[in-house]
Structure formats: C-alpha cells, structure tokens
C-alpha cells in the first residue's frame, strides 16, 4: 500500500528515503534571498533561502529534514492559499509516497463496536462536505518571540487557507460505531521516524471535536487532491484548531475509552492553563499546570504594502491584509498609524466563512515623509482580540501580538 | 507509522545526503564532526544556526537531552558533552 519513494542506500547499510530530502533541481533558486521579519533569529535570517520540494513553488526553507517550508506573506493577498504555494510542516523525516489506488483507513479501537478498513472510494461514497478553513502552525510566528525559544523558527507564513472537501469524520466513525465510553478519537498518518526510538506521530482529539460537523476526512484541496506535502491522498481537517491536529497521509481512526499518552499529546503541543483566552477545551488531556493547545486565538496580518516598502507622501495608498481565528468569527479589523492611540475599522472583504481568511482594506493617506508605523488588531465575534503584549510560553505557541509595520514615505 | 525496515539503521553513520543540503556548513571547529554525525543522522544541520545565537549553555544542553530522551537520539555520553560544548561556543549566545 505505501511505498517508500525511491529508497536507496547510503554508506554502510543506512537507508534513507528520497522523499524525505530536497529536490536536487531546488538549487537554482537558492540564490534569491526571501524577505524577512528583523525580528527573526540572526541565524534563521541568515539560513532560510527559497527552495521549491518536488511539486510546490519556492517557499522559505526553514529546514531540508524534516521538510519545514513557509508560504512567502505575498500569497495571503488573496484568501484562498493556493496548493503549490501551501506550508510543508513535518516532524518525522521517513515520510513515504503513498499510493491511492491502494490507500486503506484503518478504523477501530477498544472505543469503537466494530473494525472496518477503508479505501479512498469508499470514502468519497460517503456525503461529501466542503469548509473554507485556516490551517495553521500552532508555532506559527515563533521566530518573532521576544526573547527567542528555540523550535522551528517560523515568521508569518506557517499557514495557509484552502477549501477543503472530504467525509465528515462523524460519518466514519458511524461505519464503527462510538461507543459510550469513549473519551478520545486517536489518529495516526503515514509519516514515521527513522530511528525506532523517536516517538511516531499519532494525535487525539476529544470526542466532541472529533463529531463537529466541521471535522473532515479529507481528499480534496482547492478542488484538486491534496499535494503530497500536504498529506495525500487524505488529511484530517480540524476547522478552528491548530495544525497540529490535522494529520496527514492518515493511515488510521481509533476510538479510545482513555486519554491516548502519546509523546505529542502527552509532553508536545501543550500550553500553560489559564494564560490563553481559549475557550475550547481539552479536558480529558489537563493536567493542573497544562493543557493541549485547541482552537487558534483571534489574529491578522498585513499582506500590503510589505514591511520597509517605500512609498509616495501625500498620495493615497491602500493598506489590506486578512484576519482569522478559531471559527467565531471576524467582526472587526481595525487600523491605527497613530502608534495604537487611536483605531479606526477596515472594510471587511468576501465572508468565506467562520473558519476562513477574512481579508480587509484600508485606505492611507501618509501625509509626512519620514516613517510611518501601520498597525492591524482584529477582534473576533465573541469580543477577543489580539494581544498587546506577547503571551509568553515555553514552545512559542499562539503568537497574536498586534503587528506593527513600518513604511517610508518620500 | 512505524517503518519497520529501519530499525537496525545505524544513525551515527550517516552525513547529510542531498546536494541542497550539503550546501550547509556549520562552523568549522572542534566537535563539527561530532555534531554532523549524530545530529545529522535525524535531521538537517540547518537546525543548528537557525536556533542561534540566543540560547545560552543550559538552553543547548537541555536541546541536547531532549534529542536523547525524547526523541530517543542514539548519542553516547561522551559524544553528547563534545556535541554541547561545540554548539555553546559556536553558536551559543
């Protein structure tokens, strides 16, 4: 069913998949220089390049192995990210090609009355449902923490938004019936470690996210299959929650009557109890001092003019971006180039949806030359906004700060 | 999942294999080839300079075990001090 892409030898018995490392071709874009945050590690701005993985355009490689590529911020000028421009985050380096035909789901577990496996055909038998959703890092702006944590040392672009089209995951599991007692639904993607040592990557959700409407079973991305680095032929879809969630290359479903102790629920993804305005909860994973991170907090991002841009005093100038959040809702982008003393509200775009990128314009007149700082704060439906000063945390999880850009008018 | 073929894989073997990621070079300095060893059996070297130059002696110590009991990083003890002491000097705070 999976066959590891071109396996070959190195040296002394060692085996390593081709798949796992960059595309020999990618050199030639190395030489451009991407544009980043100063706020980024000395040494993350000095090793990320543009690198393009077999089939995606140049994005900002962070790291060859595990792949981790971030989308340039000029593809959020519209709402919908497009596939070959989507973000690439593993964790594990063996991460084989899998083949469709011959794809199967493994759904079951002590939770579940029944076992059945599963092909991708009888997955698109079942109804079919589409949601516009933000699927983003939780470590999304790590690099921009003051001071610095070590991790992936990501800028604006761990994120990306897509339509997504798939079964809903309730829809599955009634192949296999939940059972009362079941507290967690476990998953496990195609993607493994290279020593056995290394804990493979397996997440829960609790049942009650795992039944929303919104949880899909995914094998369409923008109308076409999801890109194989972005977990082909079929992802989890968790609308609202981090990407941490959104298993790819899923292998297997299984229901369980206790909390799964896995290494990445158990000592990864977790955030300090009671510093983060969530309200989405994880109940069955809390401990008196953490608690997994769920649903993303309330955010924005100017996507023009870019930082540092030089632009004409006096001349009227249009300022646009998107914002998003866990799935309330944006109600509110507001803009201040006072320095935050005061805000006035940015015309919202195309509402795709509670899930979804919301973009947003605002017209600037930058009446001095010199510099001028543009700030965005979204604000969401149920009365959250972004934070005015960093919420620190130990992984570097939830960046929301107000972003402050700066321009140049001459 | 679990790739049942690699369970014999001999990390400490192996160097960075593809030609993008031979073009990074870590600083040449006592321990490089400790480091490119062990570290680069799991993952690209990138790692190294992309987390610096902020996390201080205890920081890169604690990256260091966490490879080892986390991630489950065949390192020895003796490999694992030559390993630290190269990342605090080179690309410590």
Redesign the interface.
């Known amino acids: 069913m999976i066959t590891r892409r071109g396996l070959f030898e190195v040296g002394a018995g060692a085996v390593l998949t081709r798949s796992a490392l960059p595309y020999l071709g990618a050199a030639a874009f190395a030489q451009a220089r991407p544009r980043l945050s100063p706020l980024l590690p000395e040494g993350t701005r000095s090793e990320a390049i543009f690198d393009a993985l077999p089939g995606k355009t140049p994005l900002i490689k962070l790291s060859y192995r595990p792949p981790n590529y971030e989308t340039p911020v000029e593809y959020f000028r519209s709402i919908i990210t497009p596939n070959d421009a989507f973000f690439v985050r593993y964790h594990l380096t063996d991460i084989p090609e899998v083949d469709a035909a011959s794809w199967k789901l493994k759904v079951g577990g002590d939770g579940a009355n029944n076992t059945v496996e599963i092909g991708l055909d009888d997955l698109r038998r079942l109804p079919a449902y589409e949601v516009v959703a933000v699927c983003q890092c939780s470590g999304n702006r790590r690099g921009l923490f003051q001071p610095h944590v070590p991790g992936v040392e990501w800028g604006y672009g761990a994120m990306g938004c897509a339509r997504w089209k798939g079964a809903r995951l309730k829809d599955v599991l009634d192949r296999v019936g939940v059972k009362k007692e079941a507290v967690e639904i476990v998953f496990d993607g195609a993607d493994g470690p290279v020593v056995e040592k290394t804990p493979d990557f397996l997440k829960s959700l609790p049942v009650g996210k795992a039944l929303e409407e919104t949880t899909l079973v995914a094998y369409e991305m923008n109308g076409a299959p999801l890109p194989h680095w972005n977990g082909f032929p079929v992802r989890l879809v968790v609308a609202g929650w981090t990407g941490t969630y959104w298993v790819k290359h899923l292998t297997s479903i299984e229901v369980a009557t206790k909390p799964f102790d896995g290494f990445w629920m158990k000592s990864a993804y977790r955030i300090p109890v009671g510093k983060f305005p969530v309200v989405a909860r994880f109940i069955s994973q809390e401990t008196a001092t953490n608690t997994p991170i769920t649903e993303m907090v309330v955010n924005s991002l100017i996507t023009s003019p870019a930082e540092g841009a030089s632009v004409k005093a006096g001349r009227p100038m249009t300022v646009s971006g998107v914002a998003w959040d866990g799935g309330y809702g944006i109600r509110v982008v507001e803009i201040s180039t006072d320095g935050g003393r005061t805000w006035v509200g940015a015309l919202l775009g195309e509402d795709a949806g509670r899930f979804a990128f919301r973009g947003w314009s605002y017209g600037f007149v930058p009446k001095t030359r010199g510099e001028h700082v543009i700030m965005a704060r979204a604000t969401n439906r149920i009365g959250q906004s972004q934070t005015t000063e960093l919420i620190l945390n130990a992984a570097g999880y939830h960046h929301n700060l107000i972003q402050s850009l700066t321009i140049v008018a001459t | 999942?679990?790739?049942a073929?690699?369970?014999?894989?001999?990390?400490a073997?192996?160097?960075?294999?593809?030609?993008?990621?031979q073009?990074?070079e870590l600083k040449r300095a006592p321990g490089v080839e400790r480091v490119e060893a062990n570290c680069g059996?799991?993952?690209?070297l990138?790692?190294?300079?992309?987390?610096?130059?902020?996390?201080n002696a205890a920081?890169w110590q604690a990256?260091v075990n966490k490879m080892i009991n986390?991630?489950?990083?065949?390192i020895d003890e003796a490999d694992a001090k030559i390993i630290t002491e190269y990342l605090v000097k080179n690309?410590g705070e």
């Open positions: 999942m679990r790739c073929i690699l369970h014999f894989l001999a990390c073997s192996i160097a960075p294999v593809a030609a993008a990621e073009t990074i059996a799991c993952h690209s990138d790692y190294v300079p992309m987390n610096s130059p902020f996390l920081s990256e986390a991630f489950g990083a065949p690309y």
